[in-house]
């Protein structure tokens, strides 16, 4: 063989070497970013688990710890408790205890929907008593808010009643926990939808988490300086629903402040009898703490 070509099979094999070399760093390189990105995931998992479950811990033992005082308080003073007394005590019972069932179903929900696995039912029912019922279990025993539902008349609803529900329950809390002492509830068809809107008056969301408030555990404010209780599902589960039901959940601005959380339905979804020609009247309902109120104007 020539000094010539030997020389070339050479730098060949060289440039070859060096191309493999190459090749096999970048393998390497990708690799250990692929490895770096698959800690990273599993450590947020572990903190997003580890949030959670101390979330769920707090929320659980609050009422839990109710139940138990207030239980044991009727076991050992039965007869030396007023009547009014007993009531009392029982009404606080049966609070904590439907707040845990709230609490458990939000949870669970979340895997049947995710999984496609939550079947929806379909109910005709009239929507603004529903939602007075709802602030009325939310806003009578409440800290100081007061809301008020004001639905046309006549709007009634064919969809999955209990879902329906469970979106309102979780964006009054939200209003609730969130925005400030009065709370609107209205009411309106929009296009092929019919839109309900929670308003507040509180301090609104800040621009930055006008987004993240729909994801799954997510607050405004989190850990030990949270100020409010929850686990950050109920307007992401409100949204869900919302959406499997062929409608959705959206977050506005309110002028000069507050938040505007909309939940809309489909037209279709809507059963309304004769509404142009039904006398043309609004409820107002109205919860405070210190005096329950139901308020029906003729207008």
């Known amino acids: ?10 730098g060949g094999i060289a440039a070859v070497s060096v191309a493999i ?29 580890n949030d959670f479950v101390s979330m769920v811990s707090h929320e659980l033992r609050t009422p839990l710890t109710s139940i138990a005082g207030f239980a044991q308080t009727l076991s050992s003073d039965w007869t030396r408790l007023s009547k009014t007394e007993i009531e009392e005590f029982l009404g606080y019972i049966a609070k904590q205890a439907n707040y ?5 179903e939000d949870v669970l929900v979340i895997p049947r929907l995710e999984a496609g696995r939550l ?26 808010g007061e809301a008020a539902v004001s639905i046309p008349h006549g709007v009634r609803v ?5 879902r329906v529900q469970q979106v309102i329950r979780n964006l009054l809390e939200n209003a609730r926990k969130y925005g400030g002492d009065q709370v609107l509830v209205e009411g309106l068809t929009h296009g092929e939808q019919y839109v309900v809107v929670v308003s507040d008056n509180g301090p609104g969301v800040p621009d930055g988490a006008t987004n993240t408030i729909f994801e799954h555990f997510e607050q405004i404010s989190k850990g030990d300086s949270r100020s409010s209780s929850g686990i950050g599902l109920g307007l992401p589960i409100a949204r869900s629903l919302a959406r499997a039901m062929g409608g959705d959940v959206w977050y506005e601005r309110r002028f000069p402040t507050g938040s505007r959380f909309c939940f809309s339905l ?4 809507l059963v309304v009898e004769d509404l142009e020609s039904s006398p043309t009247s609004e409820q ?13 104007s003729e207008i």
Request: hydrophobic share 45%; net charge negative; charged share 30%.
């Open 119 to 144: 079947r929806f039912t379909s109910d005709v029912f009239d929507l603004g008593e529903m939602i007075g019922e709802v602030a009325q279990m939310l806003f009578s025993t409440s800290g100081g």
């Open 21 to 49: 070399v190459a090749w096999c760093l970048r393998l390497a390189t990708a690799a250990r970013a692929k490895e770096r990105m698959a800690r990273q995931e599993a450590d947020d998992a572990r903190h997003i688990k």
């Open 1 to 10: 063989m020539s000094p010539d070509l030997t020389l070339w099979v050479a």
């Open 266 to 269: 489909p037209a279709d979804a």
């Open 284 to 296: 107002d309902t109205r919860h405070q703490t210190s005096d329950v109120r139901l308020l029906k």
């Open 158 to 162: 064919q969809a999955d009643a209990k």
């Open 100 to 104: 845990l069932g709230d609490l458990v």
